[in-house]
């Protein structure tokens, strides 16, 4: 497991479709950052990082579920979740990590969730969990069908939500910071645009907290 991992920022250019050239420096670049990564942090660090990285790379459909873990970290989880193509999903207590009018925002996932955040999770191949320990499991994708990748402060929280591949024990931005530089943008964005064009076709789909507080019995339960 990864304990605290001191991040750094990126300092490659994304870009669609890259010259030759580009492509050479941005391969050093990554080369460079990863030897400097080995020298301080040890073989162990990196290794676990670039683990996850692989799997992140692998996937086709991303889906990314935050916390309250995630609070501090919206630079890094906007960042990678455009690298990846990913959409985000938010726990109760992790609502205020990303803005709901990110095109690529679900909303809240759960009891009280959206109906894209359940799709989502229905249909992705792959997991990325930072900061947070939702507890119900038939929200989120059944066992077998995604791969999975946690970040995670608190190293007893890791793999008890989800059979997660790569566990990565450590404060949620800064990790995410020092994985950034081993992520590779993905060409193919389809999985991206159908997250999005739900939301262009129904701009009320995520603003289901709005209907539910109309309700005077749900206000009972948020606060219990």
């Known amino acids: 497991m990864i304990r605290r991992v001191p991040g ?9 479709a890259p ?9 050093l670049e990554r080369s460079k950052a990863l030897r400097e990564e080995t020298r301080r942090y040890g073989k162990a660090v990196v290794m676990h990082l670039r ?17 309250a873990g995630a609070l501090h970290a919206t630079d890094a989880v906007i960042e990678v979740a455009e690298l990846l193509g990913a959409g985000v999903a938010k726990a ?12 690529f925002v679900t909303g809240q996932i759960g009891l009280l969730g959206s109906r894209p955040s359940y799709e989502m999770m229905m249909g992705c191949d792959t997991l990325l969990m930072v900061g947070s320990s939702f507890p ?3 929200f989120l994708p059944p066992e077998g069908q995604a791969r999975g990748v946690q970040i995670d402060i608190d190293g007893k929280m890791l793999g008890i ?3 997660m591949e790569v566990h990565l024990q450590g404060d949620s931005a800064e990790t995410l910071r020092a994985l950034i530089p081993l992520l590779r943008r993905k060409q193919d964005r389809s999985w991206r645009e159908q997250i999005e064009t739900v939301f262009r076709q129904d701009p009320a789909a995520k603003n289901w907290l709005e209907v539910l507080l109309c309700y005077p019995g749900v206000h ?4 219990h």
């Open 161 to 163: 939500r989800y059979p």
């Open 19 to 27: 010259d030759p050239l580009d492509s050479a420096r941005a391969h």
């Open 51 to 67: 683990r996850a990285a692989e799997v992140l790379n692998a996937g086709e459909r991303v889906a990314m579920l935050v916390g």
């Open 8 to 16: 750094y920022h990126d300092s490659m250019a994304s870009a669609a």
């Open 92 to 103: 109760l207590l992790g609502r205020a990590a990303l803005p709901d009018d990110l095109p």
């Open 136 to 138: 119900y499991s038939e």
């Open 220 to 223: 009972a339960i948020l606060l």
